[in-house]
């Protein structure tokens, strides 16, 4: 069941240009800053009742965003919305279409179940169905580092 919008991913050259401005019109502090090493990210975190904006910095030319930056400059670059089940959420979206961005749902940041669908099939918006660890299936594994990762976003832009 989706019951939120657990993120919204915006797309930046610099963290340490963007957090300021965030902070002044959020009116709050960045949480904190993840580096999310098989995305090529680093990650700033603002949570906002509820739900949270994550600013988005690509460390390599390889990551997804630096490639998403290149093309389309800085900017809104997915939704996450908040699964409680996110095997059954995904094989109901791609049953309706929707195309799944990778095999299998990988690690995202806080050690979240993550799975992308394409824009192609969400009206132009890449779509994140996450799984928070706390909702995560008793007995997976939620830790980045134990995972089998596999780039969910690597083709998305070409
Ligand atoms: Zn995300």
Same mark, same amino acid.
């Given at each position: 069941?989706?019951?939120?919008?657990? !993120?919204?991913?915006?797309?930046?050259?610099?963290?340490?240009?963007?957090?300021?401005?965030?902070?002044?019109?959020?009116?709050?502090?960045?949480?904190?800053?993840?580096?999310?090493?098989?995305?090529?990210?680093?990650?700033? *975190? *603002?949570?906002?009742?509820?739900?949270?904006?994550?600013?988005?910095?690509?460390?390599?030319?390889?990551?997804?965003?630096?490639? *998403?930056?290149?093309?389309?400059?800085?900017? =809104?670059? !997915?939704?996450?919305?908040?699964?409680?089940?996110?095997?059954?959420?995904?094989?109901?979206?791609?049953?309706? &279409?929707?195309?799944?961005?990778?095999?299998?749902?990988?690690?995202?940041?806080?050690?979240?179940?993550?799975?992308?669908? !394409?824009?192609?099939?969400?009206? &132009?918006?890449?779509?994140? =169905?996450?799984?928070?660890?706390?909702?995560?299936?008793? &007995?997976?594994?939620?830790?980045?580092?134990?995972?089998?990762?596999?780039?969910?976003?690597?083709?998305? !832009?070409?």
């Amino acid at each position: 069941m989706i019951n939120g919008i657990d !993120h919204i991913g915006i797309a930046v050259r610099s963290l340490s240009a963007a957090i300021p401005r965030y902070e002044r019109v959020l009116g709050r502090p960045c949480e904190r800053i993840e580096t999310v090493t098989h995305q090529d990210v680093r990650v700033a *975190f *603002f949570e906002v009742e509820g739900s949270r904006i994550e600013l988005l910095e690509p460390i390599t030319e390889q990551s997804p965003i630096a490639r *998403f930056i290149a093309k389309r400059g800085e900017g =809104l670059h !997915h939704i996450a919305l908040r699964s409680s089940a996110l095997a059954v959420d995904l094989a109901r979206a791609v049953e309706g &279409g929707c195309e799944q961005l990778s095999g299998v749902p990988s690690g995202g940041a806080h050690g979240a179940q993550i799975a992308f669908l !394409h824009p192609r099939g969400m009206s &132009g918006v890449l779509v994140e =169905l996450c799984a928070p660890a706390a909702l995560a299936e008793p &007995g997976r594994a939620t830790d980045n580092r134990s995972l089998s990762i596999q780039p969910t976003t690597k083709n998305f !832009h070409e």
